[in-house]
């Protein structure tokens, strides 16, 4: 099993001659030793207390031979390192004569060892000791005194991916993925970009100097960064730097008064001090790891003017911050700098070229690999891990690594009582419940009998926080609340969390973001009973103004705000009560879901007249954390539908959402349009490859391998009676359709249904869908099938359930490949009294001239049919020929013709030009991107001054016209016709005929109301004439 750290990239290639060396010494060193004691050493180096050496857990040493155990060596510790801590153990042991020969062969091949404090590389040296002693090791969030893990040996992989975002996106906090969080999975993270190379250049070679690791709380940002320093410094990455410096933000709110940056660097630094003087003279060699972004109190957008250039300048600490950020402060240092996705907007305010990666969270192979090396026992992990798998929501949560700590952590403790893991916590607010559960169980008498006045004044002590966005909270603030003296308040809060990197005296802080909103949540509910003497100083009791912040705020109080939900449900506050001995009350339920409901009407929403709709996914993890059936189905009362928009959907987000769709009793509308499903394909078992086919096609048949299965069973559980589902841009799969046709065949409801732009539904996709739409089609009236692959097999598959729905209104195919074939598919389904279709869409469909033909036919016998669009087919002049039989039928009603980029010629306009007579509903004509020409307009020019074409709206746009077109359309509006909108945009027009044209347009205005005109190659005297007439518009 190979280590995180492993995994994050290659050093250069003199790390690797002197690590062969290295490893050389080692290996020999190991050989020559006795099988017993080969054994003493490798249990020496797993379970020995040895001063600077973290221990190689057991399980990894236990089958290891002499290769395995000097690999092990040099990548828990590095290359220098290892071979000390081989003489270490080797002294440890009694083999002292072993390890001098080692020593000896050292400093005879690689020279001797260095010396701290003899030159510059020295301090180096010396300062990668000190950091591998600091960030070596690691405490639980609940470690007691001497309790401490390898960092090496608990960190599992994270995956990353480098965010592409456009300006459009930059409101949006949570990054966009690419394919997103399901491929990352399935592919064990094949495309994540690992943490050493986050520095490398790109493909154009571009080497970044910003680097932004963005993700949510608890999604390890902070233990990502602490195994930068580990593995910086035992030489496993980022050799181009010498010195990288780790400075904490949430320590940098308790600094007051000025300080230089070389200040704060002293104060950071582990070990002996640093000649910081000579180390900042050389910043290309720097790198900073700027941690937790976003808890800064402080606002670090300072003026330039204000903003200092020299290290040993003393101001301000946010005027330091500020000036390093912004390269005004060693300005060819690098950065990496992690936040949550709140302050990345004012963080790219600061930025100029930075990289962004996002931290996705565990896969599924890293959620085995963290719970192995969490558990000291093999057995226990394996059945922790079966246990988790075998519930979804469990597992879903442990994608996050911080709650994957909370469940083994609780599962940890379960396995060690009756009745094992036969019952476990299903929301975040159970796992919150049952941690704190299992740490107030740990305590004894009179401990235990404080539990109520610590729990009052802890609650208190987060609120006031979380109100005032502080994670960090100084020794008279505790003591004012009496909480210093309390001997169970180390379990709660840690008071020398802080303390090892940064000398900041006496500040607390929970153990986690995430316990100070569990804890402000619960101040809320807390009953008062008496037991004080005098009134808390905090904040007030009333919840309805955390609500009143919660809009101004939202991303800081949003857990907040869940947990207050989760601790409504009626056996979690029961759970709370018997572990804390507190009175907690459900008096705010009503206040909550009637914010709940209120926060929906967005002025947006109140704009459109569409306070029905759910637009707020939150809304559903809220009511996932009540948990509570009849309260869930009282808040969602009064909408009719949900809709969502652009969202990367993980599998707890798809928990949530197919939660509420269960206890949605009005449910009428779904919009998910541009969401992505996230989805890990199912574990892959042990069983015969035969087995595994035959499961797999059953799962197929069922559309269990769709991403969207839970969703789809929720509804089929709601009773589907869906009138509007939307699914566009949502990265269907083939399976999808499976789920779909499903679950449609049971909703008799169904009017509109959109899945345009899922390429990879396909034929087959389709199929699958129509096999269980067309049980349900009656009602439908809408139908969206664009850009999904489709090709003439698909429309031979769709036509039955067109013919089952004579309401059909909008049927759009386009963006597939339908063919001609298609179409004839299409139209014999579509053809016949009473059917009602107003609208079809076949552009970019692949169609010739002998579409055209087919549709010739249908058009007399579908009155209903107001617009047609064919644009980007090459059906050219011939198609237009074919299909004007239909067009001049009486029986045609078409309002709308679109035939832009179909490869027609002036041939062409001149059969339309016969059309326009004898079709007068013909109201919107779109000609552009086709090579008429000026011989075009003039063969068309007949056609729109007969008196019986009513044709309103003619689009020419890059239809290679010049100046001698400008005079058949004068002609035009001179008779008079019945035009309002003609777009001549994107043509080579010149200033002459502009101008003869606007006279004409000026004259004789008749009915037009826009006119569109190039501007490129005009004259200043040609534009202002132009610009005088107000129906003139230039492009």
């Not at 952590?409 to 009582?417: A, H, K, P, S």
């Not at 033909?853 to 064919?870: F, G, Q, R, W």
Request: charged share 25%; proline share 4%; with cysteine.
């Amino acid at each position: 099993m190979h280590m995180g750290s492993s995994r994050s990239g290659a050093p250069g290639s003199g790390h690797w001659q002197g690590q062969g060396r290295a490893g050389d010494l080692l290996l020999r060193a190991l050989e020559d030793l006795s099988q017993l004691d080969f054994k003493r050493f490798r249990d020496a180096l797993a379970h020995a207390e040895l001063r600077g050496c973290s221990p190689i857990p057991w399980g990894r040493l236990q089958n290891a031979d002499w290769i395995d155990t000097k690999n092990l060596m040099l990548e828990f510790y590095g290359t220098e390192a290892a071979l000390d801590v081989a003489m270490t153990v080797l002294e440890h042991i009694q083999l002292r004569n072993t390890a001098a020969v080692l020593r000896e062969s050292r400093e005879r091949e690689l020279g001797p060892a260095p010396l701290l404090g003899s030159s510059p590389p020295d301090h180096r040296s010396g300062y990668k000791r000190a950091v591998r002693q600091a960030y070596g090791r690691m405490k639980d969030l609940n470690g007691r005194l001497g309790d401490s893990a390898s960092l090496s040996a608990r960190y599992a992989r994270l995956v990353m991916v480098t965010e592409h975002r456009d300006e459009r996106q930059r409101e949006r906090e949570i990054a966009a993925v690419g394919r997103g969080h399901a491929d990352l999975m399935k592919e064990r993270a094949g495309s994540s970009i690992a943490v050493a190379d986050l520095f490398k250049p790109d493909e154009e070679g571009w080497s970044p100097k910003e680097v932004v690791l963005l993700g949510a709380a608890g999604m390890g940002k902070t233990m990502t960064a602490r195994k930068i320093m580990l593995d910086w410094a035992c030489d496993r990455m980022f050799e181009e730097f010498d010195f990288v410096f780790y400075i904490h933000c949430r320590e940098g709110n308790l600094l007051a008064g000025e300080a230089s940056m070389a200040d704060l660097l002293a104060r950071c630094c582990p070990g002996s001090p640093l000649p910081l003087d000579a180390v900042l003279q050389q910043p290309e060699k720097l790198l900073f790891v700027i941690d937790g972004f976003d808890e800064l109190r402080f606002s670090v957008e300072q003026p330039w003017s204000e903003l200092c250039a020299e290290p040993g300048e003393r101001r301000p600490v946010a005027v330091v911050l500020a000036s390093l950020f912004r390269r005004r402060l060693l300005c060819h240092s690098s950065l990496l700098i992690t936040t949550r996705p709140a302050a990345l907007q004012s963080l790219r305010r600061l930025l100029e070229h930075e990289r962004c990666a996002e931290i996705l969270g565990f896969s599924e192979a890293d959620r085995r690999d963290y719970f192995q090396r969490f558990f000291g026992s093999a057995e226990q992990a394996a059945a922790a891990f079966r246990f988790v798998r075998g519930h979804e929501l469990l597992f879903t949560m442990c994608l996050v690594p911080v709650v994957c700590w909370i469940v083994c952590t609780v599962l940890r403790q379960q396995l060690g009582r009756a009745g094992g893991l036969a019952h476990g916590p299903r929301t975040t607010t159970g796992i919150y419940v049952l941690y704190l559960s299992a740490l107030l169980r740990s305590l004894r008498g009179r401990q235990r009998q404080d539990v109520p006045a610590v729990l009052r004044r802890l609650c208190c002590l987060a609120a006031g926080g979380v109100r005032g966005q502080r994670v960090l909270f100084e020794e008279q603030e505790v003591q004012g609340l009496a909480l210093g003296r309390q001997e169970a308040l180390p379990l709660l809060l840690n008071e020398h969390l802080f303390q090892k990197d940064i000398s900041c005296v006496s500040s607390y802080g929970f153990i986690h973001l995430s316990f100070q909103e569990f804890f402000a949540a619960l101040f809320y509910l807390l009953e008062d009973e008496g037991e004080e003497q005098e009134p808390l100083v905090g904040p007030s009791r009333d919840v309805k103004e955390l609500l009143e912040s919660y809009g101004s705020s939202r991303n800081y109080f949003v857990l907040t705000v869940r947990f207050l939900f989760g601790l409504l449900n009626e056996d979690r506050r029961r759970e709370l009560e018997q572990e804390t001995g507190c009175k907690i009350s459900a008096r705010i339920t009503q206040d909550l879901l009637e914010w709940l409901q209120d926060s929906q009407k967005t002025a947006l929403a109140l704009l459109l007249e569409e306070t029905g709709l759910v637009r707020d996914l939150e809304l559903c993890h809220c009511l996932y954390e009540l948990q509570d059936e009849r309260l869930v189905a009282a808040a969602l009362c009064p909408f009719t539908g949900l809709r969502l928009h652009g969202l990367n959907l993980n599998r707890f987000d798809q928990v949530v959402l197919a939660f509420s769709l269960r206890r949605f009793p009005g449910l009428q509308v779904l919009e998910l349009g541009h969401c992505c499903f996230l989805w890990d394909e199912p574990e892959d078992t042990a069983e015969p490859q035969p087995c595994k086919k035959l499961r797999r096609e059953a799962q197929e048949e069922e559309g269990m391998l769709s991403p969207i299965h839970m969703l789809c069973q929720a509804l089929e559980a709601s009773g589907c009676k869906l009138k509007t589902l939307r699914l566009d841009r949502c990265e269907l799969s083939t399976a999808c359709g499976t789920a779909l046709g499903s679950v449609l065949g049971t909703s008799p409801a169904l009017i509109e249904l959109g899945l345009a732009g899922n390429k990879d539904l396909g034929d087959e996709g389709v199929r699958m869908l129509c096999e269980g739409l067309r049980r349900g089609a009656g009602p439908l009236r809408e139908l969206r099938l664009g850009g999904c692959s489709i090709t003439a097999a698909g429309c031979r598959a769709l036509a039955p359930v067109l013919a089952a729905a004579p309401g059909l209104a909008l049927l759009d195919l386009s963006d597939n490949a339908v063919g001609d074939g298609g179409v004839r598919e299409l139209c014999a389904a579509l053809r016949g009294p009473g059917r009602g279709l107003r609208r079809l869409e076949l552009w970019q469909c692949g169609l010739t001239e002998l579409s055209c033909e087919t549709l010739a036919a249908v058009l007399p016998d579908t009155p209903s049919l107001a617009e047609l669009h064919l644009g980007g087919n090459a059906v050219g002049d011939g198609g237009v020929r074919r299909l004007s039989p239909g067009l001049r039928d009486p029986r045609c009603r078409l309002r709308s013709l679109r035939l832009w980029q179909c490869g027609l010629t002036e041939l062409g306009c001149e059969t339309l030009a016969a059309v326009l007579p004898d079709s007068p509903s013909l109201a919107e004509l779109h000609l552009g991107g086709n090579a008429v020409g000026d011989g075009g307009v003039r063969r068309l020019s007949p056609g729109l001054r007969d008196p019986r074409c009513r044709l309103r709206s003619l689009s020419l746009w890059q239809c290679g016209l010049l100046g001698a077109c400008c005079e058949d359309v004068c002609s035009v509006l001179r008779a008079g016709c019945a035009l309002e909108t003609l777009d001549l945009s994107e043509n080579s027009l010149d200033n002459g005929s502009v101008r003869a044209l606007c006279r004409a347009l000026g004259q004789h205005p008749g009915s037009l109301q826009r006119l569109w005109l190039p501007s490129s190659g005009l004259d200043e005297e040609t534009l202002q004439e132009a610009a005088a007439l107000e129906q003139v518009k230039l492009v």
